[in-house]
């Protein structure tokens, strides 16, 4: 049981490069999410799906597309990096309701 | 729109000293709570929850919260805290049944040995 497996790890990314961050989960967790953490701002809700093929807007969507094709993968794309989207970000998996969240390990990205 | 506040950012204690850690949410309705913690370079892994019954919850690693609902708190608590504690703290909240977690700040916990 693998859990919440994002990846990469890490990543350096040129202003205006595209890229796909991967979150895979083998826990049957109906909602998935991804987030950002940046200092002293806690989390942020980026974009967020409650189930298969369905996604929607979180906090902070500009710049991130999403995609739920299949219920175990969440996909965050960055279509045109900018240095503000330099941050460590972070899949998570749960239920409705009365359950916890389970993360994946984060990404970290940086765009020069 | 709900929010949740960690009133502390970054909290220097002495091991063997006593730990508590302010959560304050703004839901005036059925609630889940949930502290998380972060240890250096790691992700978020689940400290404690409540969803109902004995306001007072004991998580792992002998950390314990009590939920006071007058007060709309949650706060975070370890009687004799080890260098190992070191991590940052994030308290979050959900609705009753909803989706979505409101989360804090986070806390910087730093423990000199």
């Known amino acids: 049981n693998a859990g919440v497996t994002q990846t990469p790890k890490f990543r350096v990314l040129k202003t205006g490069q595209s890229m796909t961050l991967l979150c895979a989960q083998d826990m049957n967790h109906e909602y998935m999410y991804w987030y950002r953490q940046d200092p002293g701002m806690g989390l942020r809700l980026i974009h967020y799906s409650v189930g298969e093929g369905t996604t929607a807007k979180g906090e902070v969507p500009d710049g991130y597309n999403v995609s739920r094709l299949k219920k175990q993968n969440f996909l965050l794309g960055l279509e045109s990096a900018a240095p503000s989207q330099t941050s460590v970000y972070f899949c998570a998996g749960g239920n409705r309701g009365r359950t916890e969240a389970f993360f994946g390990q984060g990404t970290r990205l940086t765009v020069v | 729109a709900q929010s949740v506040s960690q009133h502390n950012h970054h909290v220097i204690l002495s091991e063997a000293a006593s730990l508590e850690l302010g959560c304050n949410y703004s839901y005036g309705g059925t609630v889940n709570l949930f502290w998380y913690v972060q240890y250096p370079g790691q992700h978020l892994q689940l400290l404690l929850k409540?969803?109902?019954?004995d306001p007072l919850v004991k998580g792992i690693k002998g950390f314990e919260a009590e939920f006071i609902k007058s007060k709309f708190s949650f706060n975070l608590r370890k009687p004799s805290v080890q260098w190992s504690d070191t991590a940052e703290y994030f308290c979050?909240?959900?609705?009753?049944?909803?989706?979505?977690?409101?989360w804090g700040a986070g806390t910087k916990l730093i423990i000199k040995p």
């Open positions: 409540y969803f109902s019954g």
């Open positions: 979050a909240v959900n609705e009753g049944a909803n989706y979505q977690l409101i």
